[in-house]
């Protein structure tokens, strides 16, 4: 179930890399292919706390950026052998003639190349300064992510209680209905009144409709924004 208490993100703009932006397309469209409901983490009103210790491990956005950990990961594969090449061995077996007669002659061959440039060095410390870059980007979207989770929890709220007033004004527009209707029925008001009065009813309902529905969309947002599984 979306949680009740959850909250809408606010649209925060994100600076990405085109790298990036391809792995956030390449994400989401796999997780749409093979999607499957999942239950909420936890049954019943969902704290600030609990959105954003669910967010640091299951927001969309910081899934695609850890994923980035993998190009440093193989940067500091690339850049720990000692040797930029492996070593070549080379055998050559033929005949051999001479006035003693015939024999065999083998010659081998060991190359190895030799980086005397520090370059292996200049390596690591690319690797270091990539991974470096990497982490302060998943550090920045992790920042992002909680920032947006903050500002849409505070919007929900707003959201639940213009739901709840605009439920206490159905209950008054339809007690005043009654009255009307009661007064009616003693004779003591016109029957314009009572059009009215079921009129003003009728609009507060679809005020209450349209401010559900205002709050929905936000619960859904940040579900979305936070990885919360969205069902019905």
Same mark, same amino acid.
């Given at each position: ?5 959850? &909250?809408?993100?606010?649209? /925060? ?7 990036? %932006?391809?792995? *956030?397309?390449?994400? #989401? ?20 706390? $609990? ?5 640091? /491990? ?51 061959? #060991? ?7 520090? !370059?292996?060095?200049? =390596? ?15 550090? $920045?979207? =992790? ?5 947006? &989770? ?7 709220? *707003?959201?639940? !209680? ?7 004004? *159905? ?10 209707? =009661?007064?009616? %029925? ?13 009129? !003003? ?5 679809? $005020? #209450?409709?349209?401010?559900? $529905? ?17 069902? /019905?």
């Amino acid at each position: 179930m979306t949680p009740r208490k959850s &909250v809408d993100a606010s649209r /925060t703009t994100i600076r990405r890399s085109s790298q990036l %932006a391809a792995l *956030v397309l390449s994400a #989401l469209m796999s997780s749409a292919a093979g999607a499957q409901p999942q239950a909420a983490p936890v049954d019943g009103p969902v704290t600030l706390e $609990q959105l954003l210790e669910y967010a640091d /491990t299951h927001a969309p956005a910081l899934t695609v950026a850890r994923s980035a950990r993998a190009r440093a990961d193989a940067a500091d594969v690339a850049a720990s052998p000692r040797f930029p090449s492996n070593p070549e061995l080379t055998v050559y077996v033929g005949p051999r003639f001479g006035d003693e007669g015939a024999g065999v002659d083998v010659q081998v061959s #060991l190359m190895q190349e030799i980086a005397i440039g520090g !370059e292996r060095g200049l =390596r690591v410390q690319a690797s270091e300064r990539f991974r470096t870059h990497t982490e302060a980007e998943i550090a $920045q979207v =992790r920042w992002f992510v909680h920032a947006d &989770v903050h500002a849409g929890f505070h919007r929900a709220l *707003v959201e639940r !209680e213009r739901v709840r007033l605009a439920e206490r004004v *159905v209950a008054f527009q339809t007690e005043v209905l009654r009255v009307v209707e =009661r007064q009616i %029925a003693a004779g003591a008001a016109a029957p314009l009144a009572l059009r009215l009065a079921q009129a !003003e009813v009728a609009q507060a309902q679809q $005020q #209450l409709v349209a401010a559900e $529905q205002v709050f929905l969309a936000s619960r859904i947002r940040l579900a979305q924004l936070s990885g919360w599984p969205v069902t /019905t």
